[in-house]
């Protein structure tokens, strides 16, 4: 584990505190998922534009035309 020391402005410091308080978990609880969060996000951008990046069309096209051409069940329709 390490330890890191953070500059904060008082009220952003002010309203971890409150919303960490307000999910019962400790200020540091609150920063360790906030940090995770936001690597889940720029992890799983950078994940799809690499998966992309290897499509091909075609392949999609292919997928797509084995697809049966019927009706949606009736939980399926919008």
Same mark, same amino acid.
């Given at each position: 584990m390490?330890?890191?020391?953070? %500059? ?6 002010e ?6 308080? !307000? @999910? ?7 920063l360790?998922?906030?940090a995770a969060?936001? $690597?889940?996000?720029l992890?799983t951008k ?5 998966? !992309?990046?290897? !499509?091909? %069309? !075609? @392949?999609?096209?292919?997928? $797509? %035309?084995?697809v049966? @051409? ?6 399926? %329709?919008?």
């Open positions: 390490t330890t890191l020391t953070l %500059r904060l402005p008082q009220s952003l410091h309203k971890i505190k409150e919303l960490a308080k !307000a @999910d019962g978990v400790s200020i540091n609880q609150f360790v998922t906030a969060e936001k $690597m889940s996000a992890l950078n994940y799809l534009a690499q998966e !992309a990046a290897q !499509a091909s %069309r !075609a @392949d999609f096209l292919k997928v $797509m %035309r084995a049966p @051409d019927v009706e949606p069940e009736a939980f399926d %329709r919008l």
